[in-house]
């Protein structure tokens, strides 16, 4: 399991990348977000609970499987992202899905997220140790 640390009232968590198995950057968070299963225009409510540049994870009450193909729709930095995806995993409430097309600005914003993340984390650290 990933050992993780806190900040921003335990509302974002910065995975530690030396107990990691993915090799693409993500940060664990909650995040309001909603979700449509492709071909319908009904959307589902969802809160994030992890974004990465591969994909991301979700709490849900919608019944989703392996295989699912999606829009996310959610904002960071003041602007909305509609991400196509597909469902990897599934766990009870949580679902784990793999972007299948995302633009290269969708991607330097969402990698610009985690980084700043990282920062805002040692930034904390520092003033702790002050």
Do not use: W
């Not at 409430?93 to 805002?120: C, M, P, R, W």
Request: positive net charge.
């Amino acid at each position: 399991m990933a050992a993780d640390k806190s900040f921003f009232n335990e509302s974002i968590r910065i995975m530690d990348p030396t107990h990691q198995k993915r090799k693409k950057a993500r940060t664990q968070m909650e995040l309001t977000a909603e979700f449509c299963f492709d071909g319908q225009t009904a959307s589902h409510p969802c809160t994030l609970t992890d974004l990465g540049t591969g994909g991301l994870s979700f709490l849900s009450r919608a019944s989703l499987h392996s295989g699912d193909r999606l829009s996310v729709k959610f904002k960071i930095r003041g602007k909305t992202l509609t991400l196509a995806s597909e469902v990897i995993r599934t766990a009870g409430k949580n679902t784990g899905v793999q972007y299948k097309s995302i633009t290269e600005e969708d991607l330097a914003l969402i990698q610009e997220f985690i980084h700043s993340s990282f920062f805002e984390k040692d930034r904390r650290s520092e003033k702790k140790k002050s």
